[in-house]
């Protein structure tokens, strides 16, 4: 089946960087489109950047400027750059792609802290 696979999570301080992979295997024809969500706790989980397979993107108004989404098709992965990371930005990432239908993965903590 479908799985997804993210990596790149961590302990960071604030103004630093991380880059987020997820790596999607299994039976895939196309992938539509792919994105990143977060959830914080006691906090429901937001989108936080999406790519259209044509390269369209889109993100929440709290980190445009300072992350950036990207996709690699020929390895079926999407990856998220985070620069200048705040406290606020503590949570755990998850990707998810549009395939047959959504597929998630299991998420990847990110802690921004001095």
């Known amino acids: 089946q479908v799985q997804l696979v993210e990596s790149g999570g961590g302990l960071v301080q604030p103004g630093g960087s991380l880059r987020l992979s997820c790596a999607a295997s299994?039976?895939?024809?196309?992938?539509?489109?792919m994105g990143w969500y977060r959830q914080a706790p006691g906090k429901p989980r937001e989108l936080v950047a999406a790519i259209s397979s044509g390269g369209m993107t889109n993100y929440v108004k709290s980190v445009k400027g300072r992350f950036t989404i990207s996709r690699d098709n020929a390895k079926n992965t999407v990856y998220l750059q985070m620069n200048s990371l705040k406290p606020e930005d503590t949570a755990v990432y998850y990707c998810?792609?549009?395939?047959?239908?959504?597929?998630w993965g299991q998420g990847t903590q990110v802690t921004v802290s001095s």
């Open positions: 299994g039976p895939i024809s196309r992938i539509y489109a």
């Open positions: 998810k792609a549009t395939i047959t239908r959504d597929y």
